[in-house]
């Protein structure tokens, strides 16, 4: 029983780690990132960074600064201050004062633009997304200052994460596997006999997770719907990796012929293993985020299909368990009648 605490213990503080490495990797960049609450940079303030409000009003006032982009989703923003870069919203209403410097674009999807006399906008405006255009909140932005050497900074730094993450990942995977090794036998199943149809019902999840959630928390009166469902999709998302993870640790059971190790630590290395893959394949222009969301849906959608494991797919299946085989006894000590 303690033994099951503390893998459970273990696990949370994996987990925790796992969701809060975006913003961990934010803290590295000084970008500020507001989940569900309203935010004012006052006079005199700045954010070496991105500013990033998901489900609540922004305020910039007069003599506060961001040196980077403002990103809201679901949410109004007033400015009076100054922005470097560039001002997104999503699903808000945007209303410039007459000292407000936005030094990039303004870009505004399912809200309206209100612009007083004097306020400067010097990358033009645009009402809705353009395809290409659109900042990338958490890119890594030269810090060192050395041309010569920021890339090989932010590729360690990348590298650094990935490691983390794939960590985390594995630990995660060695709880599931040691708590819950059933319901996650019936998600590798799921994954290694209807991989098409796991891989469309999650590819549809995952695009329609996102809708929802960006509607729930456009509405005010539902965001605490939409906090709660981004934990769902979360944890759907995660359950899936591991599960694709736990295959790949069992193909390297077979493969090495370890056969003194555990399911659930073949689990953690796998999907550890299955992680870095992973983050190197993304390092792949295009193709690499088509790969890595090819096989997180796949995973996600055998997540859906069996309910986090709860139940067979195809419905009325039944698994069949294998008892150990034991060695056949030897016939020189087993007595024979003589006739």
């Known amino acids: 029983m303690k033994n099951k605490i503390s893998i459970a213990l273990l696990g949370a ?15 590295i960049y000084e970008d500020k990132i507001i989940f569900g609450d309203d935010f004012t940079l006052a006079s005199g303030q700045t954010i ?42 999503f699903g808000g209403n945007a209303d410039l004062l ?36 659109f900042p990338l909140p958490f890119a890594p932005s030269s810090r060192l200052g050395i041309p010569i050497l920021d890339p090989f900074y932010l590729l360690a730094m990348q590298g650094a994460r990935s490691l983390g993450m794939a960590f985390a990942l ?24 209807n991989a098409a149809a796991a891989g469309g019902l999650g590819l549809l999840t995952l695009i329609t997770g996102v809708v929802v959630m960006i509607f729930t928390a456009i509405t005010i009166c539902l965001s605490p719907v939409a906090a709660l469902i981004a934990i769902v999709y979360v944890l759907a998302i995660i359950f899936g990796w591991v599960a694709l993870g736990t295959l ?33 394949v993304g390092l792949v222009p295009c193709l690499g985020s088509i790969i890595n969301i090819a096989l997180a849906a796949i995973g996600m959608g055998a997540v859906v299909l069996t309910r986090f494991g709860s139940r067979l797919y195809p419905l009325g299946t039944t698994t069949t368990v294998t008892p150990p085989s034991t060695p056949n006894p030897d016939s020189s000590n087993t007595p024979t009648a003589i006739a």
């Open 248 to 280: 790949i640790g069992e193909r390297m059971v077979t493969m090495f012929n370890w056969t003194r190790l555990s399911p659930a630590v073949a689990a953690g290395l796998g999907t550890m293993l299955f992680s870095l893959v992973g983050a190197l």
């Open 13 to 27: 503080l994996a987990l925790t780690f796992l969701l809060t490495s975006t913003v961990f990797a934010s803290d």
């Open 170 to 193: 594995g630990i995660i995977a060695l709880v599931v596997a040691s708590l819950w090794a059933q319901p996650l036998r019936r998600v590798t199943t799921t994954i290694t006999t």
């Open 48 to 89: 070496n960074g991105s500013l990033i409000v998901f489900g609540g009003n922004v305020t910039i006032e007069k003599g506060a600064t961001v040196t980077e982009n403002v990103i809201v989703f679901g949410g109004n923003v007033q400015i009076a201050g100054d922005v470097k870069e560039d001002v997104v919203i």
């Open 98 to 133: 007459s000292t407000a410097v936005i030094n990039g674009r303004l870009v505004t999807t399912g809200g309206n633009i209100s612009r007083k006399d004097g306020a400067t906008v010097k990358g033009g405006e645009t009402q809705g997304y353009s395809r290409g255009n």
